[in-house]
C-alpha cells in the first residue's frame, strides 16, 4: 500500500514521523480539513480505492469521501458519523490483521452467496420434477436462510478467533 500523512502540524514533526514511516510515505503538513479533501479526491482519481485514518473532527470530511474511513480514538464511544469503522489506538497496529479480516470475511460471504445458489438450484430442481411438495418447500426455505447466516456467522467468528481478533 503507498502510505501519505496529512496532518495539520507543522514540519517540526517530520523526524518523529519519518521514524515511524519511513522516507517512502508521502508527508504533507499544514493541512486544513478542506486540503485533506482535496488529497482524497485526487487520489481516488489517481488510484483508485483509498483508506483515511483519522483522529478528529477536521477529518471528517475526508473521511467520508474516503472509500473506507477509520477514526481512531481513546474513547469508542465518541459520536464519529463520518467513519466506517472507529478503531482503538492501542489497536492500530493491529490495522494490518483487519485488513487481512476484511479479504477473509469477504470470501465468506461469497461462500455464503454460493451455499445459497446451490440451495435454491436444487429446490428449484425438485420442485420442477414433483418431488417436493409445497409444504416441504415452505420448510426447507426457511432451513437454507437459516443454515447460511449459521455458516456466515460461525466462519466469520472462527476467523476472528484464528487471527485473534476477539
Same mark, same amino acid.
Given at each position: ?33 478542506q486540503d ?14 483509498? =483508506? ?9 470530511g475526508a ?17 464519529? &458519523? ?13 490495522? &494490518? ?36 411438495? &409445497? ?6 426455505? &426457511? ?11 460461525t466462519a466469520?467468528?472462527? =476467523? ?7
Amino acid at each position: 500500500y503507498d502510505f501519505s500523512i496529512l496532518t495539520g502540524d507543522n514540519k517540526s514533526e517530520e523526524q518523529r514521523l519519518m521514524g515511524l514511516f519511513g522516507n517512502a510515505t508521502t508527508y504533507r503538513f499544514k493541512q486544513s480539513p478542506q486540503d485533506k479533501l482535496e488529497y482524497i479526491v485526487d487520489m481516488q482519481k489517481q488510484q483508485g480505492h483509498v =483508506m483515511m485514518i483519522g483522529d478528529g473532527l477536521n477529518d471528517a470530511g475526508a473521511l467520508q469521501q474516503s472509500d473506507i474511513g477509520i477514526t481512531v480514538t481513546d474513547d469508542t464511544s465518541h459520536f464519529t &458519523p463520518a467513519s466506517d469503522a472507529i478503531m482503538t489506538s492501542s489497536a492500530l497496529g493491529d490495522l &494490518p490483521k483487519f485488513l487481512g479480516f476484511a479479504k477473509v470475511s469477504q470470501r465468506i460471504v461469497v461462500a455464503a452467496f454460493l451455499i445459497s445458489f446451490v440451495y435454491n438450484i436444487l429446490g428449484i430442481g425438485f420442485a420442477l420434477t414433483g418431488n417436493l411438495t &409445497p409444504l416441504i418447500a415452505a420448510i426447507l426455505m &426457511p432451513l437454507s436462510s437459516i443454515s447460511v447466516v449459521v455458516f456466515a456467522t460461525t466462519a466469520t467468528n472462527l =476467523m476472528a478467533r484464528i487471527n485473534k481478533l476477539t
